[in-house]
């Protein structure tokens, strides 16, 4: 009999969380292994992206919290109708939203996914430790978040199990960088407070200070877009900031930058950065988080430190460009890093050993 797996996220929206999904529902599948993917929220573009590749895709619809027992309701009725034996929840609203479920489905196995350690809003980690008690082990992509979920909900780092985000090193080209005049500083990611994407406003406006000639690239949208570009305006940087919205392939944003900044520091992994290492971009992030499981600092990458971050990022900028020595180092570096370390061929087989076969 197939093995019939459910992965199970709050929205497939484009993003990293969603895109892990969807690279491992395609790797997962087989001629015996059924895969299928559900979502709390709406209809998404990655749930066009998997629907497109013949994939099974539920969305739920849930627009606030006040519903999500309707949707465990809604959840337990597909994984009986569906007879899955796995349910693999990721993030904490569908964590707990399987967690509801699971209390009426004997001998169905309970997976969960912690993706973060950002620290707001507090009620998600006190919902994380209850929901944790009915998942047979938590898969996260740092140990970064071991210790951090440790700490904030008390589950032992014994129920953990680290599998590293991935991607397919092949479907990135190579990007030509620092071949023009301008250097193109880039963000990708959701413009979200937690991320900290305004930090790179007062990185470029030092970086034009010290006489650079740098752009600054904002690929993403969010609840922060509005106020970030009034904020360029107010401070006379209309010309050196563009605002491109989501990307549906994070290799047609990475073709148009010169390094990536990275100035989160509640990133559990930081799927982006091992994206721009496959394209041959330099990365200057914040040392902090999931991202310290990835970048070792002048050997692969470029790390700053909180205090100093916004004046370190405008510096490391002309230090890349003067430098090709140290870019060819942190290049080559990077990709090897991927290559060894985060393709989809080595975190598959763990991923495996995870749900068993």
């Known amino acids: 009999m197939a093995r019939r797996i459910l992965l199970v996220i709050t929205d497939l929206e484009i993003g990293g969380t969603p895109t892990v999904v969807r690279e491992l529902v395609l790797r997962l599948r087989s001629d015996d292994i059924v895969v299928e993917v559900a979502c709390l929220k ?27 027992l309707g949707v465990a309701k809604r959840l337990r009725s597909l994984v009986r109708k569906r007879r899955i034996d796995t349910v693999f929840s990721f993030l904490v609203h569908a964590n707990v939203v399987a967690a509801m479920a699971a209390k009426r489905l004997p001998g169905v196995r309970f997976l969960q996914s912690i993706q973060t350690v950002q ?31 440790s700490r904030k909900c008390g589950i032992p780092e014994s129920k953990f199990v680290v599998i590293p985000n991935a991607v397919d090193a092949d479907a990135f080209p190579r ?24 930090l790179l406003l ?53 073709s148009q930058i010169d390094v990536l900044w990275h100035p989160s520091g509640v990133e559990g992994f930081g799927l982006v950065v091992i994206e721009a290492m496959a394209s041959g971009v330099p990365v200057i992030a914040l040392g902090a988080a999931g991202v310290l499981d990835i970048v070792e600092n002048q050997r692969n990458g470029l790390l700053m430190d909180l205090m100093t971050c916004y004046r370190d990022m405008a510096g490391c900028l002309k230090w890349l460009r003067d430098d090709p020595g140290l870019r060819a180092k942190l290049i080559e570096n990077g990709l090897k890093t991927v290559r060894e370390r985060f393709t989809w061929e080595r975190v598959l087989r763990e991923y495996r050993g995870v749900l068993g076969f």
């Open 202 to 254: 007062a990185s470029i406006e030092w970086a034009i200070a010290e006489n650079a000639d740098v752009e600054l690239h904002y690929f993403g949208d969010g609840p922060e877009r509005p106020r970030l570009a009034a904020a360029a305006e107010r401070m006379g940087l209309g010309g050196h900031v563009y605002f491109h919205g989501t990307y549906a392939r994070p290799q047609d944003a990475l």
């Open 119 to 149: 620290p707001r809003p507090r009620w998600h980690w006190w919902a994380q430790r209850w929901a944790a008690r009915w998942a047979e082990r938590i898969v996260v992509p740092s140990t970064a978040i071991v210790r951090y979920a």
């Open 42 to 68: 709406g209809w998404g573009p990655v749930a066009d992206q998997l629907r497109g590749a013949r994939v099974e895709v539920t969305a739920f619809g849930a627009r606030r919290a006040r519903e999500l």
């Open 175 to 198: 990007v030509e960088v620092f071949a023009g005049p301008k250097v193109r500083a880039g963000y990708l990611g959701r413009l979200d407070p937690a991320k900290d994407p305004g």
